[in-house]
């Protein structure tokens, strides 16, 4: 499989989803039945020449064309502002290159790697950190390409977890997910499965009964998704989750901070409120926009997303809120944001601000054990 051919090939011919494949925008030449003005198609046109289209129909369907800063349109349809590199900006913002012993696999902490199925998607996201190895890389699942991978992870037993990222892993076949999880539950070491995937969102009627079968067996799954904004939200989304929960599957989301997308207090309280209360998905991490290039456009300070995250904390309980991350360059792995409460300290006396904003003193008690 060169081209995006995952998606053909992942079930029956007639199954509900591929229709929402076949009727969402596939191609750049798409674009042009999208109802968007002559020079909006041209700059869109010449953004996609950089970073791939794809739109499934039930994600195009949320977005609000009266609205040209719609949030939904902005995560999907190409902007002429990702024409604009900035300095500072990277090909591989977060350093996967630099720890990957074999092709595509990435080992920076000991107990967990990351595992590239493919190299594609369901929907291609503007403000992707992987866009230039989607561009470059590009293929998809092979037995052959992730053979080298699943030697490796054998061969060090100090391995736990798997990620399957990419690309999209749920946008293979239920086969080639079914052969995965066999190859990897086979390795004794290895306890848990993970998923990073943004289909529930763009494409909620991917996850079928046969889909979810094919990642049940030994290991423990959690399955991370990529929920940005409330109006994703959908009762499709809703009814994807609930079938993933109830083959027993722990559901986490992390959530990327971009600007004009989800960078309200409100926007990311309704989100991370009914994430949790209605899909039943734990708020996991809030990225940081990281340094993808021609993302400008979308990135925050950090001071705003502190700001945000403090309110968020005063806002939603404890199980609502996500870590504030940022990922740093070379490989510096995800470090937490927010602000500190810790005003300073006397000996064994800590100043520390309470969330009324009043700071109060906490003396320590350590007994000798
Ligand atoms: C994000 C990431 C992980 C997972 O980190 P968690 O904090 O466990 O979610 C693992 N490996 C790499 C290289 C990563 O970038
Ligand atoms: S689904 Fe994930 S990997 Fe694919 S384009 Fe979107 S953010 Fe990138």
Redesign the pocket.
Known sequence: MTSDANLKQAAAPDAAWQDDVRAGVRHVRDLASLPLSPAERAAAQEAAAA??VRVPKPYLDLIDWNDSDDPIRAQVIPSPDELVAAEGELDDPIGDHAFSPVPRLTHRHADRVLLFPTYQ?????R?????ES?TSIGRGYTREAVEPALAYIAGHPEIREVIL????PLSLPDKALAEIRARLEAIPHLRLLRI????PV?LPSRITPGLVEALQGRLMVTVVT?FNHPRELTEEAEAACRAMRQAGFVLLNQS?LLKGVNDKVEVLEELCRELMYRLGVKPYYLHHGDLARAMAHRRTTIAEGQALVAELRRRLSGICNPTYVIDLPDGGGKVPLAASHIEGRDGDTWLIRGQDGKVREYREVVGRA
Do not use: P, S
């Open positions: 970073h791939k998607c369901a929907v291609y996201c403000f992707c950190f992987r866009k989607l990222t990419g690309g999209d990073h995937t943004r289909v763009a990529h990327v």
